[in-house]
């Protein structure tokens, strides 16, 4: 054990050797596979980003979020709906005696 300060009273255990012996190795073909998969998706992603950039060049902004809050507000001058009543206590006991009869 070690301590970070002889002040601290937290101590950091060192990991057993057979940890870093243990860690498996990826294969090349599956770490290739993965960073072409990565970019892959940062380049569909920055596609589309542009894409949606020119198609709106010259346009006003749309702001998308305009409708959703006009909805809201709507929902809220509605007003709250009736309650359905007060809660029931579920009598797990009772419901399976009626189940066996």
Do not use: C, K
Request: aromatic content about 8%.
């Amino acid at each position: 054990m070690s301590t970070t300060s002889p002040l601290s009273n937290v101590y950091y255990l060192a990991p057993p050797a057979s940890v870093a012996e243990q860690r498996p190795r990826r294969s090349r073909g599956l770490t290739l596979h993965h960073r072409l998969l990565a970019f892959w998706w940062r380049l569909r992603l920055t596609t589309a980003e542009v894409v949606a950039t020119v198609r709106r060049f010259g346009r006003a902004p749309v702001d998308a979020d305009a409708a959703f809050l006009e909805q809201r507000a709507d929902l809220i001058l509605a007003g709250p709906r009736p309650s359905a009543g007060p809660a029931q206590i579920i009598d797990f006991v009772a419901a399976r005696t009626r189940l066996r009869a």
